[in-house]
C-alpha cells in the first residue's frame, strides 16, 4: 500500500510508479512530489539499504504519510505491473540494471549520468569505466523539456539531464539557438553539498563544507560532455566549455556564471528578444527584471532562474555574463524527472511541481 492520499473522483487514470534506489536525497525529493501526485501511485520502493524498514527511516519529512517499506528486489520486481520505472541509483550501477527493465517493456525515467551521452567514447573517458551496454544508448531521449520536449512525450526511455548540465545550459540555450555561441565558453558553478550525496566522505563532511569554498575536477566533470552535447543540439556545433565546479557552503542549490564573447553589434536589446523567446512560455523558467537569480529564490521549488549582464564593447567584442540557478535535487534532479515522467505518461508535465518554494 502507497500513499495515504483521499479518494478522488473522476475519470483520469492512476499510473503506478516504481522507484529504485529509494534512499538517497534525490529519492527523498522524488518521493516526497510522488505523494503529492494527483495520477501517480508508488508501488514499490527497491534499497539494499533500510531494507523492511518505512521510507520514513531515511526520509524523516516523510513520516505517517506512507506505508511502504524499502523492499531489497531486483529492478525487475520492483517495476513488475507498473507504468513507470524511476531510477535514483548511482552512476556506473544504473547501466547494468537497465536492461532488466527494457526486457519487461516497463517506461523508464534515468537519474544518472548512464544514458544521457550519445557518445560511448566520451562516457568511458569522463566515467572512467566501460559502458556495459553502449547499444541501449541511442534508445534513450534526453530529458530535458526546454530543449526536447515533444521528443520526451513520444519516448519511452528518458535520460533525465544532470544538475550542473541543466543550470549551465537553460542558460546558454538562447545562444545556442541564434548561433551565437561560438569558440570557448568558461563557466564556474557554485553548488550545494546534497548533490554529492547522503553519505559523507571528506570533502563534503559539514565542518569543512560549511565554512568553505573550493574547485573540483577543474575542467574534467563528468557533466561536461553533457553540456557539449546539448548544446550542440541546441544550435551551438562549433564550441569548447572550460567548466569549473565550486563546493559551496549550502546544502541546496547550483549558481552558475557563464562567460561568452560575441560580436559587438550584439546588443543588449537582441539578447533580452532572444532570451524572451526561450523561456517566456516555459512553465518553469523565469527571467528576474531588476535582479540577478538567486539560489534562496529557487530552493525547495523546480524552477530555474536566469538572466544576464552584457560588457561593453571592445576590440569588435563584447562580453555576455550569463547567470543561472536552481534547486540540484528538484529541477537538477528529481523534480525534473517527474516532470519527464509527467510527459512521458502524458500528463500535464507541470503536476505536482508548480510550488515556488520557500523564502528566504
Known sequence: MGYLRPSMSGEQRTYRAAVIGGSGYGASEMLRRLMLHPHVEVARVASIDHVGQPLWAAHPNLTGLTELVFEDISPREAAQGCDVALLALPHKVTAAKVPELVEIGVKIVDMSGDFRLR???????????????????????????????????????????????????????????????????????????????????????????????????????????????????????????????????????????????????????????????????????????????????????????????????????????????????????AGQAIQNMNLVLGLDETLSLEDPGSWP
Open 119 to 333: 557518445d560511448v567514447a566520451a562516457y568511458e573517458q569522463f566515467y572512467e569505466t566501460k559502458h556495459p551496454v553502449p547499444e541501449l544508448l541511442s534508445k534513450f531521449v534526453y530529458g530535458l523539456p526546454e530543449l526536447n520536449r515533444d521528443k520526451i512525450k513520444a519516448a519511452k526511455y528518458v535520460a533525465s539531464p544532470g544538475c550542473f548540465a541543466t543550470t549551465i545550459a537553460l542558460g546558454l540555450l538562447p545562444l545556442a539557438r541564434a548561433g551565437l555561441l561560438r569558440g570557448p565558453i568558461h563557466v564556474a558553478a557554485c553548488t550545494g553539498s546534497s548533490g554529492s550525496g547522503a553519505f559523507a566522505k571528506a570533502g563534503t563532511h559539514h565542518p569543512v563544507r560549511a565554512v568553505n569554498l573550493k574547485g573540483y575536477k577543474p575542467l574534467v566533470h563528468q557533466h561536461t560532455p553533457e553540456i557539449v552535447e546539448t548544446l550542440h543540439d541546441a544550435g551551438a556545433p562549433d564550441i569548447e566549455l572550460h567548466f569549473v565546479p565550486i563546493s559551496a557552503p549550502l546544502s541546496r542549490g547550483i549558481l552558475s556564471t557563464s562567460f561568452v564573447e560575441v560580436d559587438a553589434e550584439v546588443s543588449e536589446s537582441r539578447l533580452e528578444g532572444l532570451f524572451a523567446a526561450a523561456f517566456d512560455s516555459e512553465p518553469f523558467v523565469r527571467r528576474v527584471p531588476g535582479r540577478l537569480p538567486e539560489v534562496a529564490a529557487v530552493a525547495g521549488s523546480n524552477y530555474v532562474e536566469v538572466g544576464f549582464a552584457v560588457s561593453e564593447p571592445s576590440t569588435g567584442k563584447r562580453t555576455v555574463t550569463v547567470f543561472s540557478c536552481l534547486d540540484n535535487l528538484i529541477k537538477g534532479g
